[in-house]
């Protein structure tokens, strides 16, 4: 199994500033097609389901702020959050679905410093 | 407006079964593969299995802790998704959230999830 590793697990920043969380897989997800990576960002609030924030590493999905941003190819990825607002306080989560299983980070939880 | 509503969580023994269903609306059912995700109190997300399409022959895949115990059906006539469970264990209490893959992943949305809590 593909194993996503999550840093930090959590971080505690100020109203405006920027948040990184960093993602790195124990192999590549990069399609086949060599094109695009199969890997996908979600955000998490308190007793909400996931809801999908970047997809294949760095598009942004319909609606989401574009204060959210992905990066990276290969093995290893990056969220970044800018101008964090309060209504940006969720656990995040990296995910691969390039191979069986598809697999989830642990999580970075966010919080207002 | 794409919608998936599960049911059928509850309170079960050790050993025992419990049913969760998945209703879904605003997409095209028949052509996507669904899967089904947990996730324990406080931790993180656990993909515990999917089926594939019926042009795909129905396929099923599992992850190790469940393989075996549990089973993924659908019905394209209700859309429906089914997620049989039995031999329930204590670890097996968690959210369980039906997903499905729209084009951008295979996960790219979540109904709001069921609460099973296997528990003596």
């Known amino acids: 199994d593909i194993v996503l590793t999550q840093s930090p697990d959590s971080l505690a920043v100020s109203l405006g500033g920027r948040a990184t969380i960093n993602c790195k897989s124990s192999q590549s997800v990069l399609h086949s097609s060599k094109t695009k990576d199969s890997l996908n960002w979600f955000q998490q609030k308190a007793g909400q389901p996931p809801k999908l924030l970047i997809y294949?590493?760095?598009t942004r999905e319909s609606g989401v702020p574009d204060r959210f941003s992905g990066s990276g190819s290969g093995t290893d990825f990056t969220l970044t959050i800018d101008s964090l607002q309060a209504e940006d306080v969720a656990v995040y989560y990296c995910?691969?679905?390039?191979?069986?299983?598809?697999?989830f980070g642990q999580g970075t939880k966010v919080e207002i410093k | 407006e794409v919608q998936l509503v599960e049911s059928g969580g509850g309170l079960v023994k050790p050993g025992g079964s419990l049913r969760l269903s998945c209703a879904a609306s605003g997409f095209t059912f028949s052509e996507t593969w669904m899967s089904w995700v947990r996730q324990g109190s406080g931790k993180g997300l656990e993909w515990i299995g999917r089926i594939k399409r019926k042009v795909d022959g129905e396929l099923t895949d599992y992850a190790a802790p469940v393989r075996g115990r549990f089973t993924i059906s659908r019905d394209d006539s209700e859309n429906r998704l089914y997620l049989q469970m039995n031999s329930l264990k204590i670890e097996d209490t968690a959210v369980y959230f039906c997903v499905t893959g729209l084009g951008k992943g295979d996960l790219d949305f979540w109904g709001q999830g069921t609460l099973v809590t296997v528990s003596s």
């Open positions: 294949s590493a760095s």
């Open positions: 995910h691969q679905y390039d191979n069986t299983p598809p697999t």
